[in-house]
């Protein structure tokens, strides 16, 4: 039995019910070019590879790699990429892609922000996550939860929150729920975002200071009569703000350099 590691955050699913609810929502199709983050003992490798021609999977820990390698016949069907999917390069895979996997929650934000740099050669993607980050992507503003994260990724996502799990799905079982999310990339014409390095600055900036009015956390970017040109209250704070309105922000501040 392998021995789940801290330093990979693993925590490996095993509820069966669960899991087929997930290949359910993935929905996978014969031909589908698909890749499967950090595959642990296969929980979900199994019965993908039961629906596709082919999978890829990304994995770190040399003793799962060598697992797979045994569990598997080395056909071609199940392809085996070593490596962290961290500095994983998508561009190697045909598109359009279609990716899965249960995070590990340590470095669950940054994975996300990485597929994101990807969007153009996705089709979708279906992962397990921290409840607590399921929420966080698909928030509404004014809301606790609404913040940087949810910004950053709705603005390029359309998002969705499908399936509660509770720890007890798993071993050992987390301290947390999870929960699983499907991102679909929204089409280059329905993203407003035409600088997205001044974007993310003016996002950050935004909540790196939530209690603070955008008066004194944007005011970098935006004077009095910005404010009003824009229609936007400087007393609000940055969890006010619809994506549209950091939209409108960035394009009014583009246009003006």
Do not use: C
């Not at 016949?73 to 892609?97: N, S, T």
């Amino acid at each position: 039995m392998h021995k789940a590691k801290k330093r990979f955050g693993q925590n490996f699913l095993v509820d069966e019910s669960i899991i087929a609810d997930i290949v359910d929502a993935i929905n996978p199709k014969f031909e589908d070019n698909m890749v499967e983050i950090g595959p642990g003992l296969g929980a979900l490798t199994r019965p993908l590879l039961k629906r596709l021609e082919r999978l890829h999977v990304v994995e770190i820990d040399r003793d799962i790699i060598e697992r797979l390698k045994s569990d598997y016949p080395q056909d071609g069907r199940l392809v085996i990429h070593e490596g962290d999917a961290l500095k994983f390069d998508l561009a190697m895979l045909p598109a359009p892609l279609r990716i899965v996997g249960n995070l590990p929650y340590n470095i669950s934000s940054p994975l996300l922000f990485h597929f994101a740099d990807h969007a153009g050669r996705i089709a979708d993607m279906h992962f397990m996550l921290q409840d607590e980050v399921v929420e966080r992507m698909v928030a509404e503003p004014s809301t606790p939860a609404y913040g940087r994260l949810s910004v950053m990724l709705q603005y390029r996502f359309y998002m969705e929150k499908l399936l509660d799990v509770p720890p007890e799905s798993f071993r050992p079982a987390p301290k947390v729920n999870s929960a699983i999310v499907r991102m679909i990339p929204l089409p280059d014409d329905r993203i407003a975002v035409k600088n997205e390095a001044l974007f993310s600055r003016i996002v950050g900036s935004a909540f790196g200071q939530r209690r603070k009015t955008l008066r004194n956390t944007l005011r970098e970017f935006l004077d009095e009569s910005a404010f009003a040109a824009l229609g936007i209250d400087p007393q609000l704070r940055a969890e006010n703000l619809s994506v549209d309105e950091f939209e409108r922000i960035t394009s009014h501040v583009d246009a003006r350099k």
